[in-house]
């Protein structure tokens, strides 16, 4: 457990990242933790790297929504203040923590107040004797040091951890936590460190973290970007909820990559659609398609959808064309159904289509017939006048004649 959050035994995976701020700024790192729960974190890592950090902790974990996760590096009394402080795991770094006598106090520490420690081994900062003996930071070595890590806790009988395996090599970190999971029980962390920027920074996370889940192997994940530590928590949702592994709490919106037929700036209207279905919260699978001919098909299995033909918006539900909107309407247009989709239903909303379209039918076929009858009226006047000229040119006194 860390804090409220079950990490391994079955438990749902969980979604970590960590926070940009001074730890120091309690108010400004509160607003961080507040941000990163809101786009999908369960657990949020803050560094304890100074005194004043520690002090800031102190003052975080009571009013955090989340558990907090003290990183510490190097220092082994940042280990104790941030215990002191309360929060609910520690991050220990076997790399550069390296004092055996001082990993057991800690260690010790931990048991005596319940508290789990993250053995967070990392490729790019390897205890250098592993780094010599492996001749680099090979799967093996990282592997070994979590044991090493493991060996000590074992020495005080503490062995409430979860252990992490990183490298910003995918291949590197794929195979060190095989590795890691054919050799221990505890959870796994998954994480591809310092991946860089999006787009190849969240493509290589993806690739290390989804290859492994899709294997069985790992219990918590965090994606390490170098972008605004929302979008780190955001893209571990969203690939927990593409995984299945997570329900989906807002919309889910698909949209066609368009092509030569797209008769709309499908990314404008896609985007659009996204920010204001988000903000709503809507839990519907929604659909942004380029043109008429193929978008509802091909986006039957889409709760909603909008379609663009001819300057008008086809909205559909499951694949059925349910109302015509202008195009200006089309984002409006898709929100007011998704509300409704989310209030009466699937079934409701199409029932209701179905009494509109017969209601629609109606009025053509009454139109139809004045129409027919105005074609009537006029073909009789027209009969009149032609007869009229008839007789008027037999009299001779017409140049129709
Ligand atoms: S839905 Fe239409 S515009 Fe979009 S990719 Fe398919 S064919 Fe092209």
Known sequence: MVGKVPVGGGAPISVQSMTITKTADVEGTLAQIYALKGA?????????????????????????????????????????????????????????????????????????????????????????????????????????SAHIELGLFAEVGFDNVKISVKASNV????????????????????????????????????AGIATLLSEGIGDTIRYSLTADPVEEAKAGRVLLEALGLRERTGVDLIACPACGRAEIDVYKVAQEAQAALESRDIPLQVAVMGCVVNGPGEARSADLGIAAGRHRGHLFIRGQIVRVVPEDE?????????????????????????????????????????????????????VEMIAKRLRDALDGDSPAG
């Open 40 to 144: 999908g974190a369960d657990i949020v890592r803050c560094t304890c790297n100074e005194k004043e950090a520690a002090e800031g902790l102190a003052r975080i974990v009571p009013r955090s929504p989340v558990p907090i996760v003290a990183d510490i590096h190097f220092h082994v009394e940042m280990a104790l203040a941030a215990l002191e402080a309360g929060v609910d795991c520690l991050r220990l770094n076997p790399g550069n923590l390296r004092k055996t006598e001082e990993i057991k106090l800690v260690a010790r520490e931990c048991k005596d107040r319940g508290v789990p420690v993250r053995i967070g081994v990392n490729a790019g900062s390897l205890d250098p004797r592993l780094y010599k003996k492996y001749g680099g930071a090979t799967p093996e070595a990282l592997v070994e």
């Open 171 to 206: 291949p590197l970190m794929v195979e060190a936590y095989r590795q890691l999971s054919e050799t221990v029980d505890h959870p796994l962390h998954l994480g591809v460190t310092e991946a860089g920027p999006p787009p190849a920074g969240t493509i290589k996370c993806t």
């Open 330 to 382: 089309m984002v409006a247009a898709l929100v007011e159904e998704a509300e409704k989709l989310v209030e009466e239903g699937v079934a409701a909303r199409l029932a209701a289509a179905d009494r509109d379209a017969a209601g629609e039918a109606e009025k053509d076929r009454r139109a139809l017939l004045d129409s027919k009858g105005d074609d009537a009226n006029r073909s009789e006047e027209r």
